[in-house]
């Protein structure tokens, strides 16, 4: 079945830093990928998408391009500011696997950027 | 736009009470999702509607678990007989139309604690 699999954390950096959050998956078909963000004590919210191959997601200085041929679609951000500590998660959405375009999800990986 | 809310926010009980969720999705939103969430894990998928038809369940969603989306606005996510393993953050999505690429809106959560 579909998995999104992310990199173990937590990560945690100081501001000004280059981050780097790898996200890899496995979809029968061709997925839309995704990249959300929980800010604390927020609900989830989209941080960025591509719906397919080479598309390039971005948003808020973060940046993530779909791979086919890695199947990945790791986060990327210059510099990073305090504001960026959260908890994200990257998804799939596989049309193969059902028309209701549910979410697959990673299990997350929690930022902390210090001062 | 006020976005997708959940009642209530927080539920603690004991171990074979009923529980209630509710969800309120975003107005013209035509599909809404649930999904739980343990701790250190990603969102699962639960059970999905489109108006008022559910269209699948997450082989997660045992018999002691039921949704109703009536009329196809809000809808409840009740738990019977509730076990400490139902113990989960109960997370609501809406979105609008079909399509692997769509973009997902969460509401806050429920916090179900089963002791």
């Keep these: 079945g579909d ?13 000004e830093a ?19 963000v929980q800010y604390p004590g927020e609900g989830l919210q989209l ?34 500011q305090v504001s960026d500590s959260a908890v994200y998660f990257c998804a799939l959405s596989d049309p ?11 299990k997350g990986i929690t930022l902390s950027v210090r001062p | 736009d006020t976005g997708v809310s959940q009642d209530p926010r927080h539920k603690i009980t004991k171990r074979g009470q009923n529980v209630t969720f509710r969800c309120d999705p975003i107005s013209e939103h035509n599909r809404l999702y649930w999904y739980r969430q343990t701790l250190g894990q990603g969102p699962e998928f639960l059970t999905y509607f489109q108006n008022e038809a559910q269209l699948e369940k997450s082989r997660l969603l045992s018999d002691r678990f039921s949704a109703e989306r009536p009329k196809g606005s809000f809808s409840t996510l009740e738990i019977q007989r509730t076990e400490q393993g139902d ?24 916090r179900l604690t089963v002791l």
């Design chain 1, 3 to 15: 998995s999104v699999t992310q990199m173990e954390g937590p990560v945690t950096l100081s501001e």
């Design chain 1, 18 to 36: 280059f981050l780097t959050i790898n996200c890899t998956y496995t979809a029968t078909g061709y997925p839309s990928l995704f990249w959300y």
């Design chain 1, 47 to 80: 941080l960025l998408k591509a719906t397919k191959a080479d598309d390039k997601g971005s948003n808020k200085g973060f940046e993530a391009t779909y791979r086919k041929e890695t199947t990945s679609f790791h986060l990327e951000k210059g510099s990073v």
């Design chain 1, 96 to 106: 193969l696997t059902g028309a209701n375009s549910k979410l697959t999800f990673g």
């Design chain 2, 87 to 110: 113990s989960a953050m109960y997370l609501c999505a809406s979105s609008f139309g079909g399509g692997a690429g769509n973009e997902q809106f969460f509401g806050p959560g429920t």
